[in-house]
């Protein structure tokens, strides 16, 4: 409650995750530490890798990384604050931005589908992320789109369908 009274005055994106929720993305992430998740944007998607490096989870686009290899920055990084889990039953999570590349609706749409890809229930689902880590030949970007789309989590940041011509 603490947690989110103090970040629902901040521009940024924060959760408070249960733990038996992070239990199952954390282990998830050991095996399968990366993943490409698709940002919609006015004209298509944008892509951008997501990288687990210990309890922070760093997003790039995929753009930067073919154009600046391993010196492309995050735009996006998510903290994770196990230190509750035991003892309250609860992760915190908190982000930091680049506001040049991304807002915090954007933001929290990448921030949605950690939990959509790495929390689900559905085995078909998460299969995505272990195809996109241990059998990339066979991985199909447009399968992250068909799964977002029928999540319906994009479906904000995309403009009205119908045009306003009166």
């Excluded at 933001?107 to 299969?127: G, I």
Aim: negative net charge; aromatic residues 14%; contains cysteine.
């Amino acid at each position: 409650q603490i947690w989110n009274q103090y970040f629902s005055a901040k521009d940024t994106v924060y959760a408070v995750i249960p733990a038996a929720k992070f239990d199952v993305m954390w282990k998830r992430a050991q095996k399968c530490p990366s993943f490409l998740y698709a940002l919609p944007r006015k004209e298509g998607y944008e892509f951008f890798v997501g990288q687990w490096s210990g309890t922070e989870l760093h997003f790039t686009s995929l753009i930067n990384i073919q154009t600046q290899g391993e010196a492309a920055p995050s735009q996006l990084v998510l903290y994770h604050y196990p230190e509750l889990q035991k003892e309250k039953g609860i992760v915190l999570m908190t982000a930091e931005r680049d506001s040049k590349f991304l807002v915090v609706h954007e933001a929290q749409c990448l921030a949605n589908q950690v939990q959509l890809f790495y929390a689900t229930d559905r085995s078909e689902t998460y299969e995505l992320v272990e195809t996109f880590n241990h059998r990339s030949s066979e991985f199909k970007y447009m399968s992250v789109i068909a799964e977002l789309e029928q999540s319906g989590l994009g479906r904000e940041l995309r403009p009205g369908q119908v045009s306003d011509k009166s």
